[in-house]
């Protein structure tokens, strides 16, 4: 399970670190997608990922065809280097507004999400919906 919360930079080449915390969890191939808000970018091993793809063909072919020309074409597949670097497409940067060099990966389950600094901090800010609150007292939170 992706767990936890890790601030970084990214250097001169646009490649981040994968925490080994997070990358002794991840297995396989590594894929990366700007999430549809636009608010950062995903993170999936190759099971995970093939879990939403497997989903996405179950679609009538129309729906099928539609998801995918969203998501194929601004997804990418990455190979961590011996020290846990992979890059980051500058487009992808630009779509998750990740325009400075400090970034937050956060651990979300069964995939990460990798934030600007600024952007993550902002979101922390913001209070949660009363409805998910609620949930979380519900469930011994």
Not at 65 to 69: D, F, H, I, L, R
Not at 90 to 96: D, F, N, T, V
Not at 107 to 111: E, H, T, Y
């Given at each position: 399970m992706l767990l936890g919360t890790y601030t970084h930079s990214?250097?001169?080449k646009n490649r981040m670190i994968i925490p080994s915390k997070l990358m002794?969890?991840?297995d396989g191939k590594l894929y990366i997608y700007p999430a549809a808000s636009g608010a950062c970018i995903k993170l999936y091993d190759e099971a995970e990922w093939n879990?939403?793809?497997e989903l996405i063909d179950a679609l009538p072919p129309e729906k099928s065809?539609?998801?995918?020309?969203l998501i194929f074409p601004n997804s990418q597949q990455i190979v961590p280097d011996a020290q846990?670097?992979?890059p980051i497409p500058?487009?992808?940067?630009?779509?998750?507004g990740i325009t400075g060099k400090n970034i937050v990966t956060v651990?979300?389950?069964?995939?990460c999400e990798i934030w600007s600094e600024e952007k993550y901090q902002q979101k922390l800010e913001t209070p949660p919906p009363a409805d998910t609150m609620e949930f979380l007292s519900t469930m011994g939170f």
């Open positions: 990214l250097d001169a002794d969890e991840l879990k939403y793809c065809y539609a998801v995918k020309s846990n670097r992979v500058p487009s992808m940067l630009q779509k998750a651990g979300m389950g069964s995939c």
